[in-house]
């Protein structure tokens, strides 16, 4: 199917990205590459201050790739008290308040759905 003018500059979907399947497979610079040209596709200038954005969101992405390995190995559930007493894996936690972070700063970025214009209705694929 032949998109519309207008819509010539969707290639394709998105794949998922690798290191969600393969965390140990996490690029620093190239996740830095893709950002970068995420901001120069939605707004067609990055402001200098943007790198200090961008490197607080690499950093609180490998925050969340190292709690997701972590939780691979040692599970969900953790034994403490030598044993006597399960919770919940502490990495859990810290995933979680990664995570938060890393919608705030790509919110912050113009780069997440909420930052985005109001969808068009005129650009529906018919």
Request: proline content about 8%; hydrophobic content about 40%; overall charge positive.
């Amino acid at each position: 199917m032949k998109l519309p003018a207008k819509l010539q500059f969707i290639e394709k979907r998105p794949e998922t990205a690798p290191w969600l399947s393969h965390p140990q497979s996490w690029n620093r610079t190239e996740f830095v590459e893709q950002i970068d040209d995420a901001l120069w596709a939605g707004h067609g200038q990055a402001h200098p201050i943007y790198r200090h954005l961008i490197g607080m969101l690499v950093t609180q992405v490998e925050i969340y790739v190292q709690c997701w390995l972590a939780l691979q190995t040692e599970g969900l559930v953790c034994s403490f008290n030598s044993g006597q007493t399960a919770g919940k894996n502490p990495y859990l936690a810290i995933a979680d308040k990664a995570l938060g972070r890393v919608a705030a700063l790509l919110g912050g970025l113009g780069l997440s759905p909420k930052a985005w214009p109001p969808s068009r209705p005129d650009w529906q694929i018919r």
